[in-house]
């Protein structure tokens, strides 16, 4: 046990997972060899279907989330008032809860109102992987693999917490990437919402153009459209959930594109956007391309790091007994090569 | 030698490739072991490099057409109009001339203007293959499998060198896909145009949102800005060439985003452009779900059929002596799945 802020820290032995769908069957079935997991589900079918593929099954939450380290919501947002409320009364003292849903604010409104917070340990997550399938026929046990996973550290997070459950996703294979609820939300706006938006609306327009568009449909419309097959409760969640920023990230690409679309019609050219748009799309490629790795203490300056990290787009890659490793993204701008933070790490 | 509408057709034998981009150079590798193949390309290193990787390689457009039965020019569109009228000088008589460029209207104009199809018989061509990748370092013996590749059929096209053409092609393991240079345009605005346009948009926006967007940017993200990294010059081609087409198609999706905007402003939901864009993407996963063939014959109701298999979105697969295999999709809507045409085929 390692001291953060005053809070001991236990490392996570037994698991609950509430949901069985893609996310929660995946993450059930993928901590089964390491950990006591037991998992439990609204729909009979799949509790039938988990236990046929050896997941321990509870019959209730409360049965399932009784004297567990660490509970997984993984069910959807309309739901997650009633589930929390569920977990709050039978969860464990000093035990941390997450969940996995696709925007952070709500979720952790919605985390406030069930009483989460005092006693019981908050920290909202959300796995950055595969959207487009549902369902535990489709859990797959490398949907993880090297997944970034969002979990959330507001002011009052109890870093302890935060901790030991990054500790058993970095153990999984994924970075963990530190975020306020609100933060997090603004981001996954222009990066999550706005492609699936982008992708019903690309779905729509090529279809109507009748037979020989879908004949000649290739690369750019199949990956283009690719999401427009998620389901369309998952895309209502991430938008609808979301309102104000996914407001502001379509004004953004509707003005782009009546930029291209007023250009062609005056005589121009649509090369300003092309230009712009691989600019940008190779900005993304390289922030991957670099990257520099810290080791940092965990002590009572942790709260200020994860929120160093936070601003960097870095994340948390292993947790130790007394350190923390991060990866800090090297940041290109024309020649030279910046690294965002690493400065106050160990190494 | 077999008779269609009157003109005799010979099988090619003996192929120039001018210009060795990505696509002039992946075709012309991949028909050197069965044809006669030589190359051009107006950049020397590029001459260098194709001649160092086997393939025949001549000093001049001249040199290279000089007696050959079929001219691929592989070359963008605002080379077009220069090098068709090197070709159209140097071809012999009876050769098919033929190119890749991705709008065909503008094509078919060209070639008019270079007097092609007055002895030397011109057939426009797209292959629906690799936009975001150029350069003869990037050509691929593999880049044309299975996909399918327009050639254009207009009221006076020789059908003779279509089908020698389309006999070349389906040998090597493409799907000809008949279609005015109209048709074509209009079809290729919204299921090639438009993702390229959408892609440049979503890139732009989403690394707008900083270094927390970018560690956050996953799959749909990558999938859905992939193409924006293509050459702004072929999206500029895709687009400009293509101006009135365009247009609609941007027009129609800035609609449905605006639609999506204007209903998350007013406190409503995007659900009905997540529920459409879905039921459209797997109208398209559909569409080659379920295929008929039909064999036929080659006589001189050839062009009507073309026509019909033009209209339904289907495409040919192999050309023989005296017959062509077809492909025709089978729609489906609703619970009957009703096939478009093969109705006067032979089988």
Do not use: Q
Not at 37 to 52: I, K, L, S
Not at 121 to 136: I, L, T
Not at 214 to 230: E, I, K, W
């Amino acid at each position: 046990m390692s001291g953060v802020d005053g809070t001991e820290r236990s490392p996570i032995r037994s698991v609950a997972v509430v949901g069985l769908g893609l996310i929660g069957g995946s993450l059930a079935r993928r901590l089964l060899p390491a950990y006591d997991v037991v998992g439990v589900d609204a729909d009979g079918a799949t509790r039938r279907d988990a236990a046929a593929a050896g997941l321990p099954v509870a019959a209730s939450i409360a049965e399932a989330v009784d004297g567990r380290d660490l509970v997984v919501v993984a069910t959807p947002l309309p739901a997650l008032d009633a589930v929390l409320g569920a977990v709050a009364e039978a969860a464990r003292p000093g035990a941390a809860v997450t969940d996995v849903t696709s925007v952070k604010v709500p979720a952790l409104a919605a985390a406030r109102a069930a009483g989460l917070g005092e006693g019981v340990r908050w920290v909202g997550g959300h796995p950055m992987a595969g959207v487009e399938r549902s369902g535990f026929e489709s859990s797959d046990l490398a949907l993880f693999d090297g997944a970034s996973w969002v979990l959330c550290v507001e002011e009052d997070t109890d870093l302890a917490a935060w901790l030991a459950l990054a500790e058993v996703l970095t153990g999984l294979g994924c970075r963990v990437v530190p975020a306020t609820a609100a933060a997090h939300d603004a981001a996954v706006a222009g990066v999550s919402a706005l492609p699936h938006l982008l992708a019903c609306a690309l779905a729509e327009v090529g279809v109507a153009g009748g037979p020989l568009a879908l004949a000649l449909a290739a690369g750019s419309f199949r990956d283009g459209s690719r999401v427009a097959a998620a389901p369309p409760g998952l895309v209502t969640t991430l938008c609808d959930g979301n309102r104000d920023a996914v407001v502001t990230a379509l004004d953004a690409a509707i003005a782009r594109l009546a930029g291209a679309r007023d250009a062609l019609r005056g005589g121009g050219s649509v090369r300003p956007l092309a230009v712009a748009g691989g600019d940008a799309r190779r900005r993304w490629d390289g922030a991957r391309a670099g990257e520099r790795r810290s080791t940092v203490d965990i002590d009572i300056g942790l709260r200020v790091r994860l929120a160093a990290l936070a601003a960097s787009g870095g994340s948390v890659t292993s947790v130790g007994r007394t350190t923390v490793d991060c990866l800090w993204p090297v940041v290109t701008s024309g020649d030279d090569s910046t690294c965002v933070d690493p400065g106050r790490g160990r190494a």
